[in-house]
Each structure stands twice: as structure tokens, then as C-alpha cells.
């Protein structure tokens, strides 16, 4: 289908009509009752699709489907600078203001257990804890960190 740009539709090709009119999945620019033409049961791409896909190489992919990617590694902020900017990114800047001190002391527990615990943690795993801080709950020292041990889990 990506390779040709086509794909059949076998149910439609074989009414051996010119052309046959369907309701598409309903999508934001389709109103209800709007049909598509499908000619001889065939769906002719205009423009070539786009497609990202995130790995987080827990399982191996073909190397024909590898040989068919460009693949661009991106590693993960190792500086609470850069850490930081990815929440700066993800949440709004009044927020972020409001949490800069222990948003910080998030990211440097977040290092902290990377560095001395040689644990494998992914950013989202930061982001979570600091979604949790914005539900604006005060947590005792003892719930915090029985909290951050179940959000920090080594993947």
C-alpha cells in the first residue's frame, strides 16, 4: 500500500462497477452522509503518507521494514537543564512557575536514580510525577517518595 500508493478494496472490485460511492470513517472534515467514490474498488493516494512510528526497542522490527525507515535516535536529556526544557515544552509557563522548586527536585531525584541506581527511566516517567504535583495534593516526605518509588521503576 506504501510502496504503490494504492490499495484494493476486494468487496468493491468484484460489483465490477465503474464506481461505487461509500460513507468514510468519520473523521474532523466529513459530515455525516458524506460518501467517497471508490473507483473499481480501488483508494489511489494523491500524495504519499508520512508516517512516525516510536520504538522504545523493546522488540526487534524486520530488517526489510528496517530497511525501508529512516531511523533517528534520539537520546534522552542527561542535565536537569535540558530535563527541564521538556517540561517547559509540555506544560504552561504560569504552572511551571508556580512548581519550579520542586519541579527541580523532581528532575534531580529523576537523575539521582538514573546515576547512583544505574536504573533505565524514561522521560515520561518525569512527566507523570510532575503532572501528579500539579493536582496541587500535599504529600508527606514518606507518601512522596513511596509515590516517586512506583512512578521511577527501572523499565
Same mark, same amino acid.
Given at each position: 500500500?506504501?510502496?504503490?500508493?494504492?490499495?484494493?478494496?476486494p468487496? =468493491?472490485?468484484?460489483? /465490477?462497477?465503474? +464506481? *461505487?460511492?461509500? $460513507?468514510?470513517?468519520?473523521?474532523? &472534515?466529513?459530515?455525516?452522509? %458524506?460518501?467517497?467514490?471508490?473507483?473499481?474498488?480501488?483508494?489511489?493516494?494523491?500524495?504519499?503518507?508520512?508516517?512516525?512510528?516510536t520504538?522504545?526497542?523493546?522488540?526487534?522490527?524486520?530488517?526489510?521494514?528496517?530497511?525501508?525507515?529512516?531511523? =533517528?535516535?534520539?537520546? /534522552?536529556?542527561? +542535565? *536537569?537543564d535540558? $530535563?527541564?526544557?521538556?517540561?517547559? &515544552?509540555?506544560?504552561d509557563? %504560569?504552572?511551571?512557575?508556580?512548581?519550579?522548586?520542586?519541579?527541580?527536585?523532581?528532575?534531580?531525584s529523576?537523575?539521582?536514580?538514573?546515576?547512583?541506581?544505574?536504573?533505565?527511566l524514561?522521560?515520561?516517567?518525569?512527566?507523570?510525577?510532575?503532572? =501528579?504535583?500539579?493536582?496541587?495534593?500535599?504529600?508527606?516526605?514518606?507518601?512522596?517518595?513511596?509515590?516517586?518509588?512506583?512512578?521511577?521503576?527501572?523499565?
Amino acid at each position: 500500500m506504501f510502496e504503490e500508493g494504492f490499495f484494493e478494496i476486494p468487496e =468493491l472490485a468484484r460489483l /465490477q462497477s465503474e +464506481t *461505487e460511492e461509500v $460513507l468514510p470513517y468519520r473523521t474532523q &472534515n466529513t459530515k455525516p452522509g %458524506d460518501r467517497v467514490a471508490i473507483p473499481q474498488g480501488f483508494v489511489q493516494c494523491t500524495e504519499f503518507p508520512l508516517v512516525f512510528m516510536t520504538s522504545n526497542e523493546a522488540r526487534e522490527f524486520p530488517p526489510a521494514f528496517l530497511r525501508r525507515c529512516l531511523r =533517528l535516535p534520539l537520546q /534522552q536529556p542527561s +542535565t *536537569e537543564d535540558g $530535563l527541564y526544557e521538556i517540561l517547559k &515544552n509540555r506544560f504552561d509557563a %504560569d504552572t511551571l512557575n508556580k512548581l519550579d522548586e520542586p519541579a527541580r527536585e523532581l528532575i534531580q531525584s529523576f537523575l539521582g536514580r538514573i546515576k547512583n541506581k544505574n536504573a533505565n527511566l524514561a522521560t515520561d516517567q518525569l512527566l507523570n510525577a510532575v503532572y =501528579l504535583l500539579l493536582q496541587g495534593k500535599d504529600v508527606n516526605s514518606t507518601d512522596r517518595t513511596e509515590l516517586l518509588d512506583s512512578i521511577f521503576k527501572p523499565l
